[in-house]
């Protein structure tokens, strides 16, 4: 269906800038909403920011005026430009995409996470 690869993430020190960057193969007829997620240890996932086809986007609170999340429509990939991170920004961060798939119909897929981690 749809297959999402996640790249970007690593151990950076508080205030420095991390790009993720989320791929989606697969019989996608066309992608709709993209989005990151994350979650913390002991703590729920949560929406950090979200992008339509059109490029309208969403942010929570605590990344607004600090990350950017953009697309490339031809390449089927969203990103995700983390700046100034602190601490608490620690979490396995995830790319969800919503797509309507050739033959199955509306999907909503995840990618595997990948661990950002923010420390000195």
């Known amino acids: 269906q749809v297959e999402l690869v996640e790249s970007g993430g690593g151990l950076v020190q508080p205030g420095g800038s991390l790009r993720l960057s989320c791929a989606a193969s697969?019989?996608?007829?066309?992608?709709?909403?993209m989005g990151w997620y994350r979650q913390a240890p002991g703590k729920q996932r949560e929406l950090v920011a979200e992008i339509t086809r059109d490029g309208n986007t969403n942010y929570a609170e605590f990344v607004k005026g600090r990350f950017t999340i953009s697309r490339d429509n031809f390449k089927n990939t969203v990103y995700l430009q983390m700046n100034t991170l602190k601490p608490e920004d620690t979490a396995v961060y995830y790319c969800?995409?919503?797509?309507?798939?050739?033959?199955?119909?509306?999907?909503?897929?995840w990618g595997q996470g990948t661990q950002v981690t923010v420390s000195s």
């Open positions: 969800n995409v919503q797509a309507l798939v050739l033959r199955v119909g509306r999907t909503s897929s």
């Open positions: 697969g019989s996608i007829f066309n992608i709709n909403a």
